[in-house]
């Protein structure tokens, strides 16, 4: 049996999409990390980190949402699975790529264009941030030019692991179409029946003192 913990609105998201993209039958058990669910003991003793998601397959925990989703697919095979060792190799390369180069800009934007209170955003900061964003979107934009997806012409999970990361976007007020492929193609992904639950943010974070700060507020 698996076990899914964290809610829709934290980094648990991507593995509710990749769980249903599998047809897998899971658990969901929504733990928030804001109202100090994630430590609790019981908690803990699944992910000493006390952050989301954390997925118990069996007995077998593994935390961290793209290596979740990785093993996910590597066990269970079908299109979303790398084929081969190569492929395996870019579906991890396009992950922590996402991660080390999209992620901590795009979260000071959409936190500036939204999360936070409106009283407390700085438009200044959201353009910085999305200044920041151009070359490594311009690097997605030019690969998907060559190509529908990742990876060539099917959806997998290196597409699910980049476009969670990117959900933030439009959502936020933040246009993809200076990158016309990107556009297209994070449009596609969405609009996939298994991506249904992550359709807008509904939750709110505060302003730390340091703006920066917030990038460790997303457990």
Known sequence: MITLYGSTASRAHRTLWMLKELGLPFEH?????TDGSTREPAFLAINPNGRVP?????????VESMAINLYLARKHGGPLAPA????????????FWVVTEVEKPLLLASANRKLFAPE?????????????????????DAHLAQQAHLLGARFTV??????TVMDLAPQCGIAL???????RWHAACLARPAAA???????????PADALGMLRMFV
């Open 29 to 33: 058990v929504p733990l928030g990390f």
């Open 54 to 62: 954390a997925l118990d397959d069996d007995g077998f925990v593994v």
């Open 84 to 95: 081969g060792l190569r492929e395996e190799a870019l579906a991890t390369q396009w992950s």
């Open 120 to 140: 407390r955003r700085v438009e200044a900061e959201a353009l910085m941030a999305i200044a920041k964003l151009d070359r490594p979107m311009k690097v997605l």
């Open 158 to 163: 290196a597409d699910l692991n980049v476009a």
């Open 177 to 183: 179409e200076a990158w016309p492929n990107v556009a």
């Open 197 to 207: 639950d992550w359709k807008d943010v509904s939750f709110s974070i505060p302003r």
